[in-house]
């Protein structure tokens, strides 16, 4: 009885006001229930940008600042789109990616990745705790005989002086992802291999292995395929090959139960992340990274799969 009368008097006093703000004081009371729908979506669900890492602090630039006109750099980009057109629709009459149908069927190896110079280096991104007010570092750079890549820096699990952050000390190194023609997303095909194929030189440290796949919907833009990568140490190289069945399905860190097989045609990128909670200096040399078909690997996926619509 006391809140019906509290909602009246509020009514009688916005008689007078305007509609656009009697509209804002309603619901701001929360006077008008939310309709619920099949149909109805969140604020929150709908834009996928709002979310802010803790300590991070929020853009309020206007959307229009974000613009920068260069005429030159206009058609030099043009050129550059219709160029990569041009020779994607060539490729297609060549073969699978651009190779005969007979080389693409007895492909047995592929090397994705081999450093070479400084412009592979500009195929991945480095990024580590500092993002969120942490303080590991993180480093890429050619190694001594500038044939290989060298991830090195120093990981540090004190968390930012945020008050929310309770857990720190990650350092990650990925592949950008890559593109045609006018930005759309290429995704890599190794349908025809069944293991990946890596020659890295480590310092002991137990590392994980990230594979990112084309998803279906927007809210599964965190799931990663994942597995366990052990270094030696030592001056020593190590060949290490890791079947594609091995690699479980996780959302930021967490595995999730319902598992189902990485889908090889649609992959987008590979990372290694570091978070073993061991504060100190780290390094990684990695040679080349690849795809191989290994035939004495029969098995399609290691772990239980949940059974839709069982019979009865």
């Keep these: 009885m006391l809140a019906l009368t509290q909602v009246n008097m509020s009514l009688s006093k916005i008689t007078h006001v305007p509609p656009v703000r009697l509209l804002c004081f309603i619901c701001q009371r929360h006077l008008l229930a939310p309709v619920s729908s099949p149909f109805s979506v969140s604020r929150r669900a709908a834009s996928h940008d709002e979310y802010r890492r ?84 993180a480093y ?45 997303k290429k995704h890599y095909d190794w349908t025809s291999f069944n293991t990946l194929h890596l020659r890295v030189r480590g310092d002991g440290r137990p590392w994980m292995i990230n594979i990112g796949a084309e998803t279906y919907f927007s809210h599964q833009k965190d799931d990663m395929y994942s597995y366990f990568l052990y270094t030696r140490g030592g001056p020593y190289w190590q060949d290490v090959k890791i079947p594609f069945s091995k690699f479980f399905l996780a959302s930021r860190g967490r595995i999730q139960d319902d598992q189902h097989p990485l889908w090889l045609d649609k992959v987008n990128t590979v990372g290694f992340t570091l978070g073993d909670k061991a504060e100190g200096p780290f390094q990684l040399e990695i040679d080349y990274i690849g795809v191989c078909k290994d035939t004495a690997h029969t098995e399609e996926f290691a772990y239980e799969l949940y059974k839709r619509n069982p019979e009865v």
């Design 54 to 137: 803790p300590g991070q602090t929020r853009d309020n630039s206007p959307p229009w600042k974000n613009f920068h006109f260069n005429f030159s750099k206009g058609v030099e980009g043009m050129w550059k789109h219709f160029s990569l057109m041009k020779s994607e629709f060539l490729d297609r009459w060549t073969g699978p990616e651009g190779k005969p149908l007979t080389e693409h069927i007895l492909e047995q190896n592929r090397v994705i990745w081999e450093f070479r110079g400084l412009d592979s280096l500009d195929q991945w991104t480095v990024s580590s705790d500092r993002e969120i007010g942490g303080r590991s570092e």
């Design 140 to 184: 890429l750079k050619l190694a001594r005989n500038n044939t290989t890549c060298y991830f090195y820096g120093t990981l540090s699990s004190a968390p930012p002086r945020d008050g929310e952050t309770r857990y720190s000390g990650y350092c990650t190194l990925r592949s950008k992802q890559t593109l045609a023609s006018f930005d759309r």
